[in-house]
């Protein structure tokens, strides 16, 4: 089940006129506020920006540390010559 969350932090948006047309118009289509549908559609896209970092942290650090060995093994090679 979500979670209610009351919305109290407030932020000016700026947009070109087209953008907010189709925000406008959006918004009377779903029966929301321009506000309240800008308010989800930035949340959206936070969460996803979030997420998307998040897995591409993981796979970086996956990555070094599969590759790390190898490294330190060719440094080694480096050293010896």
């Given at each position: 089940m979500a979670v209610s969350?009351?919305?109290?932090?407030?932020?000016?948006?700026?947009?070109?006129?087209?953008t907010?047309?189709?925000?406008?118009?959006?918004?009377?289509a779903l029966g929301q506020?321009?506000?309240?549908?800008?308010s989800f559609a930035v949340s959206e896209y936070v969460a996803k920006q979030?997420?998307?970092?998040?897995?591409a942290e993981k796979a970086i650090t996956s990555m070094v540390e599969h590759m790390a060995p190898a490294?330190?093994?060719?440094?080694?090679?480096?050293?010896?010559e």
């Amino acid at each position: 089940m979500a979670v209610s969350q009351k919305r109290n932090k407030g932020f000016k948006l700026q947009m070109t006129e087209g953008t907010h047309a189709r925000l406008v118009a959006l918004s009377e289509a779903l029966g929301q506020s321009p506000a309240t549908v800008a308010s989800f559609a930035v949340s959206e896209y936070v969460a996803k920006q979030t997420a998307a970092g998040a897995v591409a942290e993981k796979a970086i650090t996956s990555m070094v540390e599969h590759m790390a060995p190898a490294f330190a093994e060719q440094l080694k090679l480096m050293g010896a010559e």
